[in-house]
């Protein structure tokens, strides 16, 4: 019942963000003024050739219109054709998405383990110099942005130590675990940064203003253990903003894919992005947009769920 | 002695619906042996070295209650917190003792503490909302005391808060069980933060400000129920309130407080009928000025 | 509030750090000992009396190139914090005013904004309308204006619910007068944070951006661009990303340092300070993490 409340109510608030995404993406070509025309014809076509191949495209019907067909198509899982190629977009991307996803999700849980393992322990000895470390380490990893760590590790583990290898990828059904995992952890190292240092921030703030809360002195006067009142009743509490924080945080996640893919030479999604706008490949990057945009809608709302069933009392009224 | 006083107790079901796991034996008021000793207790704060409670000494048997009061800031609570052993970081025990069932608090390593936490003494509080966790339902709030303190199963536990709650006279104690506490009124919550309270069989129950921002009426009921609990389950009660029309009702023995000193401590009747100290006086007076005549008043018209 | 944050030590630093870069932006191409685009035959050799920081693959001198890409990182960051601050603030205040549709509407588009990979959009927009730092930076400014959105929003939302304000209006206060004593302190607090943030994101943002090559021309030196073109050589001069790298991050840690500033010192521990010995046993109460 309340998980279906909280899922009706996520998903109020994420059809309007999808549908103004979509239209703001799509809105991209005609602000462009990029066409298909010019990218096969080249800068000295005659308008009639250059109108030929617009109708083709139907580019030459009213912009609701194409914008409603495109919407259309998007909501089946049609991304519609490339301008360059004319291959499939939903194909093209498929085949980046699996690297682009192993290094997103490894990332994330990169992230939350460290973020969850450092937070806590600033949390439960706040003041000390083991609290003091961590923040101090945290607030220098929270500035590095993900282009840096990333040559910082190929630096130390592909240049210096020689124990990874500097790019590619190898599918996991290819080259098993251990060559898969060689080749991912570093780009989800490099993202996972970010998360780390969010994570663990949100986490210790949380954790200590939760043990302020009394409903701790409740619990200790019931005799629970301080391990019970840990984990069910504080880390409970506390996680909120952390995991709100991955949520928020996810949308940046997906972004700085163009970075890493860049320097480890991965052809993941942020890559095709990245070389698709470069070509004025406009229903290219278009279908890259609306799959991240759909990738940071899902993962919310499965974020708002957790958030639902974790912390009932807090999400009431939100 | 210490343990045939523990186990009349531990026999007695509070809740007088559920099975008794041991035969009674006798009522549990005739053990001399105090449940609390509380020996010149001083309490200083670390951060500026002051004394904040300066030496306060009570004893509590079974079936008896002791009233604390006091304006705020007169250490009650401070005190209380000293013999749940949970006082505020940067506050200590300077002096005294404390005897929880026979036992000194300050020798205890913090897993007996735990131990003796909920089992042996537990507490309920002003503004009971807050010391329920938000996010769980209330009813498995209990069971868990039930669970870890008596080693029930889930199943029995669920079956025993239940009753916890309908023995602090909720009416659908089904339903409240699976309520959060954003979902329960005031009085509600104090019922239930009772049974939380009492659901390990303590013997000592500290109840701090626990109907101060209730209505008159439900604060009426919630002290009808801790004379119940007192009368059935044989549980000794530490009354702590700034009110004495509470006080008056429910103790055998009062400590008026001021602050960090005891002022004033005897039998109710003598303190509240024949006050020595000024400060008792004062606050009597001021009872009846503002307190009793309304309500009198009131009653007539 | 500017002298409050100076009496901070970490406030001092921050401003000491923002400023040295600043000064860097206006005079770098002019400090700059040497033209920061000729090349020469002595390529990717290390920091020598001639070459400070060595020089790149085509022999050109970074110490220069740092120094001459400095205005593109500071010019690029300001662009994006000042375009959020004009996107997000304004439409955040006037939401509490225009009535439910302006209200219901922007915060949709907040919520929008805020679900878009930022960077992904930057890049697609960037290289789709033109390629140009400005623009891949006002794009970006829109892209990151949310938390404008929500911190003027909220800081308005409560002067507007405060009954202080009813009451000093009642009391005969002028409209003038309350905004300046009240709203104006209780807003400008939260967007001088979100200024001093936004500002540390735009430093990444647009290091990202020219690390992409995405909105410079490539002989244009930029802070992100000297790490791309050394990540390419990092077996021959494994040393050189490290003065680019630390220079971005010393900016961006600056600017979070100055947001945390000015919010302790406007927030309610701010004001705890000028009670010392209350703020001495409330910190020792929280475990002396303030």
């Given at each position: 019942?309340?998980?279906?409340?909280?899922?009706?109510?996520?998903?109020?608030?994420?059809?309007?963000?999808?549908?103004?995404?979509?239209?703001?993406?799509?809105?991209?070509?005609?602000?462009?003024?990029?066409?298909?025309?010019?990218?096969?014809?080249?800068?000295?076509?005659?308008?009639?050739?250059?109108?030929?191949?617009?109708?083709?495209?139907?580019?030459?019907?009213?912009?609701?219109?194409?914008?409603?067909d495109?919407?259309?198509?998007?909501?089946?899982?049609?991304?519609?054709?490339?301008?360059?190629?004319?291959?499939?977009?939903s194909?093209?991307?498929?085949?980046?998405?699996?690297?682009?996803?192993?290094?997103?999700?490894?990332?994330?849980?990169?992230?939350?383990?460290?973020?969850?393992?450092?937070?806590?322990?600033?949390?439960?000895?706040?003041?000390?110099?083991?609290?003091?470390a961590?923040?101090?380490?945290?607030?220098?990893?929270?500035?590095?942005?993900?282009?840096?760590?990333?040559?910082?590790?190929?630096?130390?583990?592909?240049?210096?130590?020689?124990?990874?290898?500097?790019?590619?990828?190898?599918?996991?059904?290819?080259?098993?675990?251990?060559?898969?995992?060689?080749?991912?952890?570093?780009?989800?190292?490099?993202?996972?940064?970010?998360?780390?240092?969010?994570?663990?921030r949100?986490?210790?703030?949380?954790?200590?203003?939760a043990?302020r809360?009394?409903?701790?002195?409740?619990?200790?006067?019931?005799?629970?253990s301080?391990?019970?009142?840990?984990?069910?009743?504080?880390?409970?509490?506390?996680?909120?903003?952390?995991?709100?924080?991955?949520?928020?945080?996810?949308?940046?996640?997906?972004?700085?894919?163009?970075?890493?893919?860049?320097?480890?030479?991965?052809?993941?999604f942020?890559?095709?992005?990245?070389?698709?706008?470069?070509?004025?490949?406009?229903p290219?990057?278009?279908?890259?947009?609306?799959?991240?945009?759909?990738?940071?809608?899902?993962?919310?709302?499965?974020?708002?769920?957790?958030?639902g069933?974790?912390?009932?009392?807090?999400?009431?009224?939100? | 002695?210490?343990?045939?006083?523990?186990?009349?107790?531990?026999?007695?079901?509070?809740?007088e619906?559920?099975?008794t796991?041991?035969?009674?034996?006798?009522?549990?008021?005739?053990?001399?042996?105090?449940?609390?000793?509380?020996?010149?207790?001083?309490?200083?704060?670390?951060?500026?070295?002051?004394?904040?409670?300066?030496?306060?000494?009570?004893?509590?048997?079974?079936?008896?209650?002791?009233?604390?009061?006091?304006e705020?800031?007169?250490?009650?609570?401070?005190?209380?917190?000293?013999?749940?052993?949970?006082?505020?970081?940067?506050?200590?025990?300077?002096?005294?003792?404390?005897?929880?069932?026979?036992?000194?608090?300050?020798?205890?390593?913090?897993?007996?503490?735990?131990?003796?936490?909920?089992?042996?003494?537990?507490?309920?509080?002003?503004?009971?909302?807050?010391?329920?966790?938000?996010?769980?339902?209330?009813?498995?709030?209990?069971?868990?005391?039930?669970?870890?303190?008596?080693?029930?199963?889930?199943?029995?536990?669920?079956?025993?808060?239940?009753?916890?709650?309908?023995?602090?006279?909720?009416?659908?104690?089904?339903?409240?069980?699976?309520?959060?506490?954003?979902?329960?009124?005031?009085?509600?919550?104090?019922?239930?933060?009772?049974?939380?309270?009492i659901?390990?069989?303590?013997?000592?129950?500290?109840?701090?400000?626990?109907?101060?921002?209730?209505?008159?009426?439900?604060?009426?009921?919630?002290?009808?129920?801790?004379?119940?609990?007192?009368?059935?389950?044989?549980?000794?009660?530490?009354?702590?309130?700034?009110?004495?029309?509470?006080?008056?009702?429910?103790?055998?023995?009062?400590?008026?407080?001021?602050?960090?000193?005891?002022?004033?401590?005897?039998?109710t009747?003598?303190?509240?009928?024949?006050?020595?100290?000024?400060?008792?006086?004062?606050?009597?007076?001021?009872?009846?000025?503002?307190g009793?005549?309304?309500?009198?008043?009131?009653?007539?018209? | 509030?500017?002298?409050?944050?100076?009496?901070?030590a970490?406030?001092?630093?921050?401003?000491?750090?923002?400023?040295?870069?600043?000064?860097?932006?206006?005079?770098?191409?002019?400090?700059?000992?040497?033209?920061?685009?000729?090349?020469?035959?002595?390529?990717?050799?290390?920091?020598?009396?001639?070459?400070?920081?060595?020089?790149?693959?085509?022999?050109?001198?970074?110490?220069?190139?740092?120094?001459?890409?400095?205005?593109?990182?500071?010019?690029?960051?300001?662009?994006?914090t000042?375009?959020?601050?004009?996107?997000?603030?304004?439409?955040?205040?006037?939401?509490?005013?225009?009535?439910?549709?302006?209200?219901?509407?922007?915060?949709r588009?907040?919520?929008?904004?805020?679900?878009?990979?930022?960077?992904?959009?930057?890049?697609?927009?960037?290289?789709?309308?033109?390629?140009?730092?400005?623009?891949?930076?006002l794009?970006?400014g829109?892209?990151?204006?949310?938390?404008?959105?929500?911190?003027s929003?909220?800081?308005?939302?409560?002067?507007?619910?405060?009954?202080?304000?009813?009451?000093?209006?009642?009391?005969?206060?002028s409209?003038?007068?309350v905004?300046?004593?009240?709203?104006?302190?209780?807003?400008?607090?939260?967007?001088?944070?979100?200024?001093?943030?936004?500002?540390g994101?735009?430093?990444?943002?647009?290091?990202?951006?020219?690390?992409?090559?995405?909105?410079?021309?490539?002989?244009?030196?930029?802070?992100?661009?000297?790490?791309?073109?050394?990540?390419?050589?990092?077996?021959?001069?494994?040393?050189?990303?490290?003065?680019?790298?630390?220079?971005?991050?010393?900016?961006?840690?600056?600017?979070?340092?100055?947001?945390?500033a000015?919010?302790?010192?406007?927030?309610e521990?701010?004001?705890?300070?000028?009670?010392?010995?209350?703020?001495?046993?409330?910190?020792?109460?929280?475990?002396?993490?303030?």
């Open positions: 019942m309340r998980v279906l409340a909280i899922f009706g109510r996520s998903v109020a608030i994420f059809i309007p963000v999808f549908f103004v995404a979509t239209f703001v993406t799509f809105a991209l070509r005609a602000l462009s003024g990029l066409s298909p025309a010019r990218i096969q014809l080249g800068e000295s076509a005659t308008t009639e050739a250059i109108a030929n191949i617009e109708s083709q495209w139907g580019l030459d019907r009213p912009f609701l219109v194409q914008y409603w495109w919407f259309t198509d998007v909501l089946h899982g049609q991304l519609g054709t490339s301008w360059v190629n004319g291959a499939d977009i194909t093209l991307i498929g085949l980046g998405l699996g690297v682009s996803l192993s290094v997103a999700i490894l990332a994330l849980v990169l992230g939350t383990v460290l973020g969850f393992v450092l937070g806590t322990t600033a949390a439960l000895r706040p003041g000390t110099l083991l609290d003091r961590i923040t101090g380490f945290v607030t220098v990893i929270s500035v590095m942005p993900a282009f840096v760590v990333g040559i910082v590790l190929v630096e130390i583990f592909a240049v210096g130590l020689d124990l990874l290898p500097s790019g590619g990828y190898v599918p996991l059904e290819e080259g098993g675990v251990g060559l898969w995992l060689a080749h991912v952890i570093l780009p989800a190292l490099a993202l996972s940064f970010d998360v780390v240092a969010d994570v663990a949100q986490l210790r703030t949380g954790l200590v203003s043990y809360e009394n409903y701790v002195v409740g619990a200790l006067v019931r005799g629970l301080p391990r019970r009142i840990f984990f069910r009743h504080v880390l409970r509490n506390g996680m909120g903003p952390a995991l709100a924080t991955l949520g928020i945080k996810f949308p940046s996640l997906v972004g700085a894919a163009v970075v890493t893919e860049w320097i480890f030479g991965l052809q993941g942020g890559r095709f992005a990245n070389d698709s706008a470069q070509a004025g490949d406009v290219a990057v278009q279908g890259v947009l609306v799959v991240s945009v759909a990738m940071v809608v899902t993962f919310n709302l499965l974020i708002n769920i957790v958030l069933r974790v912390t009932p009392a807090s999400q009431r009224g939100v | 002695m210490t343990t045939l006083a523990k186990s009349t107790l531990t026999g007695t079901d509070p809740t619906t559920g099975p796991e041991s035969p009674e034996t006798g009522a549990a008021a005739t053990t001399a042996e105090p449940v609390l000793a509380v020996r010149d207790v001083r309490i200083r704060s670390q951060v500026d070295d002051r004394e904040i409670v300066k030496g306060v000494s009570f004893e509590l048997t079974p079936g008896k209650v002791v009233g604390i009061v006091g705020s800031g007169s250490g009650k609570t401070l005190t209380c917190r000293a013999v749940l052993g949970i006082l505020p970081p940067h506050f200590e025990v300077s002096a005294g003792t404390i005897h929880v069932a026979g036992e000194d608090v300050a020798t205890l390593e913090p897993r007996q503490l735990t131990a003796m936490r909920g089992s042996t003494i537990s507490a309920v509080f002003q503004d009971p909302a807050s010391y329920l966790n938000p996010s769980i339902q209330v009813g498995p709030q209990i069971a868990e005391v039930i669970r870890v303190k008596k080693g029930a199963k889930r199943r029995e536990a669920r079956r025993r808060a239940v009753e916890l709650l309908a023995a602090v006279h909720l009416r659908d104690p089904e339903l409240v069980y699976t309520q959060y506490t954003y979902e329960l009124s005031g009085g509600m919550l104090q019922r239930v933060l009772i049974a939380a309270a659901a390990a069989d303590p013997r000592v129950l500290i109840a701090d400000e626990a109907t101060t921002a209730l209505d008159v009426t439900v604060q009426a009921e919630i002290l009808d129920l801790l004379a119940d609990l007192r009368d059935n389950a044989g549980l000794a009660l530490v009354v702590v309130s700034h009110d004495l029309a509470v006080v008056a009702q429910l103790c055998d023995e009062v400590l008026v407080m001021r602050e960090g000193e005891v002022v004033e401590q005897g039998p009747e003598q303190v509240l009928y024949h006050p020595r100290h000024d400060y008792t006086r004062l606050l009597i007076s001021e009872h009846e000025q503002y009793l005549e309304k309500f009198l008043t009131r009653e007539q018209s | 509030m500017v002298r409050r944050v100076l009496s901070l970490s406030g001092r630093l921050a401003v000491g750090i923002l400023l040295a870069i600043a000064l860097l932006a206006i005079l770098g191409p002019l400090l700059a000992p040497q033209d920061p685009l000729a090349t020469s035959d002595n390529s990717l050799t290390g920091p020598s009396a001639a070459h400070w920081l060595g020089t790149d693959y085509l022999g050109r001198d970074v110490f220069s190139r740092l120094l001459d890409g400095s205005r593109v990182s500071v010019v690029g960051a300001l662009e994006v000042l375009m959020a601050l004009v996107v997000g603030a304004v439409p955040g205040i006037l939401s509490v005013y225009l009535g439910r549709v302006f209200e219901w509407l922007t915060l588009i907040a919520d929008t904004l805020i679900a878009l990979p930022f960077l992904l959009f930057a890049v697609a927009v960037t290289a789709l309308l033109g390629n140009g730092i400005t623009q891949a930076m794009v970006t829109v892209l990151v204006s949310p938390l404008f959105y929500r911190v929003r909220a800081a308005t939302l409560a002067v507007a619910r405060s009954q202080y304000v009813e009451a000093a209006l009642i009391s005969g206060a409209l003038g007068w905004i300046r004593r009240h709203v104006w302190a209780k807003v400008l607090p939260p967007i001088a944070v979100a200024l001093a943030q936004t500002l994101v735009g430093f990444i943002i647009v290091s990202s951006l020219s690390f992409l090559g995405i909105g410079v021309q490539p002989p244009e030196p930029t802070w992100g661009g000297l790490l791309a073109s050394d990540l390419g050589y990092l077996d021959y001069r494994p040393s050189a990303p490290f003065v680019p790298a630390l220079l971005i991050m010393a900016t961006v840690w600056a600017s979070n340092l100055l947001a945390d000015i919010r302790d010192v406007s927030g521990s701010g004001r705890a300070l000028v009670n010392t010995r209350k703020a001495k046993a409330n910190q020792l109460a929280a475990g002396g993490t303030a």
